[in-house]
């Protein structure tokens, strides 16, 4: 679980949007990213962001 506190300062790396707590993924509120939850801590990278559909951005 991810602290409050932590959600209340992240951004989304890619359009500097609000986030919010979806089960294991943080999930950006304008762009639709999907950030994956690894041992309790987010990776906000945006290579490693998925879209709705689970599929990585910038790949076919």
């Excluded at 509120?29 to 951005?57: N, S």
């Amino acid at each position: 679980m991810i602290d409050k506190d932590l959600m209340d300062i992240l951004a989304c790396p890619a359009c500097k949007a609000d986030l919010k707590l979806e089960g294991d993924r943080i999930i950006c509120t304008k762009c639709g990213r999907r950030y994956p939850i690894r041992d309790g801590i987010p990776v906000m990278l945006i290579d490693e962001a998925e879209d709705a559909q689970g599929k990585k951005f910038g790949k076919d």
